[in-house]
């Protein structure tokens, strides 16, 4: 029960606050009447708790144990925080790291931040939104190409517009999603206040 009620209130959080309708140009090229600006609740205070539950659970749900949790800046840097923080309550704490888009430009010139050895490490690949899947296919490659043990990839939100088919079909890498762009989009019932109206206070 807990778990629904964490799902559903976190589901209600993104209507409101992450929801936006108009004509966009996705990070893809593609055109699209529905916006999803993630960050506006993954970076909310009240969200952090939940955001961090939600991937736990569904983690647990696929028989996904990493050691580590990341994806590329800046749209997983903090899903990662917040799983990794959550972890502490459980009996399996998971770290989190950065993918880089670009190398450091001095030191060690690395697109993996946060973990002292790669080598090995089970990790699970996370992002906020998933439209073709080509930030997270990125991801993946330089996770795997640093020695990184890649067991899934995880998103917040599916747009259900190809990432799927890329990352299970080319890369090999099972994939999951929290919710779906329909989910998010399904005017089922109003938006529950004050998480999903307030714009203060996060």
């Known amino acids: 029960m807990a778990y629904l009620k964490d799902r559903e209130q976190l589901l209600e959080m993104l209507r409101g606050r992450s929801v936006r309708f ?20 993954t970076c909310c205070a009240r969200a952090m708790p939940l955001v961090g539950k939600a991937l736990l659970d569904k983690m647990e749900e696929r028989g996904w144990f990493p050691q580590a949790v990341g994806g590329l800046t800046m749209g997983a840097d903090p899903i990662a925080m917040a799983v990794a923080r959550e972890s502490l309550e459980r009996d399996h704490p998971i770290d989190c790291f950065v993918v880089r888009k670009e190398p450091k430009k001095h030191g060690l010139r690395k697109f993996i931040e946060g973990l002292d050895e790669t080598t090995g490490i089970r990790v699970v690949v996370i992002d906020d939104v998933c439209t073709t899947g080509e930030s997270t296919a990125t991801a993946i490659k330089r996770a795997r190409d640093a020695g990184l043990n890649v067991i899934g990839a995880l998103c917040l939100v599916d747009r259900e517009m190809g990432a799927r ?9 099972a994939f999951d999603s929290i919710f779906t762009l329909d989910e998010l989009t399904h005017a089922g019932r109003e938006p529950v206040a004050p998480f999903a109206t307030s714009r203060t206070g996060s």
Do not use: M, N, P, W
């Open 22 to 41: 108009g004509a966009f140009v996705l990070a893809s090229g593609q055109h699209s009447d529905v916006y999803i600006d993630a960050k506006l609740t």
């Open 165 to 173: 088919e890329l990352l299970e079909g080319e890369l090999r890498c």
